[in-house]
């Protein structure tokens, strides 16, 4: 029997058609993250006002799906609710994450729930134009944080994402994941939007 599982996250940028506002939908099953760095227009919207620069609206990094593993209380509560036990903020102390697809050994009628398939979906307005995603899996999450995350890719593409390679962004972000001692798998992508 193939016991390999998996986890997923998949972001769909998109224009919905009755609005015509650009949206972004994120799906997740497992302990992968999605970041994004959104810089919305600047007050006065970016005009001069009376001799002075304009000033900069608020610029934050913000996760846009929920890691599903230990250290997510809400996460935890539900594995525990359904019967599960957490050894080392692992399930049965074997599996990290506590959603996956695949995994059939950790989803047996002795552990129904305890490591679920449910994806958790969010869809919200998308800043086109102004805004940074990083879509990466838990060995960046491990080790690094988002604010320094981003902060690696806003130093490789420059603070308005002018220069094009959103590959050394990615690139640097495994290496100073390396660096701080992850040895997991490690994925990344990096989109300027």
Same mark, same amino acid.
């Given at each position: 029997m %193939?016991? *390999?599982g998996a986890c997923l996250l998949a972001v769909l940028l998109y224009v919905d058609p009755s609005t015509d506002t650009p949206q972004k939908i994120v799906l997740n099953i &497992? %302990?992968?993250r999605a970041i994004i760095r959104e810089a919305p227009e600047s007050v006065e919207s970016g005009k001069k006002a009376k001799g002075k620069a304009a000033i900069p609206a608020a610029v934050k990094t913000a996760a846009l799906s929920?890691?599903?593993c230990a250290a997510n209380i809400k996460e935890r509560m539900r594995a525990l609710r359904s019967g599960a036990y957490i050894q080392n903020n692992r399930i049965a102390g074997v599996l990290e994450p506590f959603r996956t697809i695949? /995994?059939? /050994?950790?989803?047996g009628p002795d552990m129904k729930n305890w490591v679920i398939p449910t994806p958790e979906i969010?869809? *919200?307005e998308l800043l086109v134009g102004r805004s940074m995603l990083v879509i990466a899996t838990d060995g960046v999450w491990s080790v690094l944080n988002n604010n320094r995350t981003m902060a690696l890719v806003l130093k490789e593409l420059g603070?308005? &994402?002018a220069r094009p390679s959103a590959e050394s962004a990615a690139q640097a972000i495994v290496k100073e994941a390396r660096e701080f001692g992850s040895s997991d798998d490690i994925t990344v992508i990096v989109v300027s939007v």
């Open positions: %193939d016991t *390999s &497992g %302990d992968c929920e890691d599903h695949g /995994d059939i /050994d950790m989803k969010r869809q *919200s603070a308005n &994402g």
